[in-house]
């Protein structure tokens, strides 16, 4: 059930901020509160999934990001994203019936019993879409800009990550997961995306690839595309040397 823009927690005014390509109506500080059988499905699975460390600087704990996330060599999948697309397509599925097509993401960040430092965000493209889970008590996330100090589970929440926000210690299992559209998305092959709309991600309509050609498999999930590509290059030449064997013919090396 959609609880409307610009309910908070907390009282106070809040700039009229909305997600990219999204009706203004959804703006900084908006909340929906998850259908129970979703919201217990998503538990659930967060509870089962066994997490990485954490490698970001501002967060501890373990978690990592679903979809589409960048690094020193550019813009890649998540390397958990295929193995645990069911995950991700509970979560996306999730949201989608609650929000409609007003709100966009192309990345999943999940949190496992983190603390997070106050931060920005410096990739969000608009606003980003927080909820909690769990058995715990404290563990508050905390944004100024969206007005908001909560930590009610099961709540969609509207804030924009690239303003100041941050998290206090709790006791007890905290998950949160983050739902946010980056900003190199159009640094992915159209091949890529196309991948991420299959498993339930709401791009943008704006959002279209400048990368000419590209692929994405499962095999090449978490490589950047240059990576990407030149996996497919040798997967090619070996294929090549293949036939030539079996044919008896020779195959140049380089």
């Known amino acids: 059930v959609g609880l409307g823009p610009a309910t908070r927690e907390i009282g106070g005014a809040a700039a009229p901020k909305v997600c990219h390509g999204c009706p203004k109506s959804l703006s900084v500080g908006s909340k929906w509160k998850l259908a129970g059988d ?18 970001r600087r501002s967060v501890s704990g373990f978690g990592t990001c679903l979809g589409l996330t960048n690094g020193p060599r550019g813009a890649y999948l998540g390397t958990y994203t295929n193995q645990w697309q069911s ?41 980003s879409g927080i909820m909690l889970f769990g058995d715990f008590s404290d563990g508050y996330f905390v944004s100024e800009d969206a ?18 926000h941050y998290s206090t ?10 739902l946010f559209c980056h900003s190199c998305a159009e640094k992915l092959s159209r091949d890529a995306l196309e991948h991420l709309r299959g ?13 000419a050609e590209g692929t994405l498999s499962r095999e090449t ?16 030449q070996q294929r090549r040397r293949s036939k030539e064997e ?8 380089g």
């Open 246 to 253: 079996k044919k008896g013919g020779a195959v140049p090396s």
């Open 199 to 211: 498993l339930g991600f709401r791009l943008p309509e704006a959002k279209e690839s400048k990368v």
């Open 87 to 127: 995950l991700v397509r509970l979560i996306n599925i999730a949201i989608s019936k609650l929000v409609g097509g007003n709100f966009h993401w192309t990345s999943i960040q999940v949190n496992c019993d983190s603390v997070s430092s106050e931060h920005c965000d410096h990739n969000n493209d608009g606003l």
């Open 169 to 178: 210690k709790f006791v007890g299992r905290r998950f949160s997961v983050i």
């Open 221 to 236: 999930e978490g490589i950047p595309l240059a990576g990407q590509r030149r996996q497919q290059q040798q997967k090619q």
């Open 38 to 55: 979703d919201a217990s499905a998503i538990k659930a699975s967060l509870a089962k999934t066994k997490w990485p460390t954490q490698v």
């Open 147 to 164: 007005d908001l100090r909560t930590n009610t589970t099961k709540t969609f929440y509207l804030s924009d990550g690239c303003e100041p």
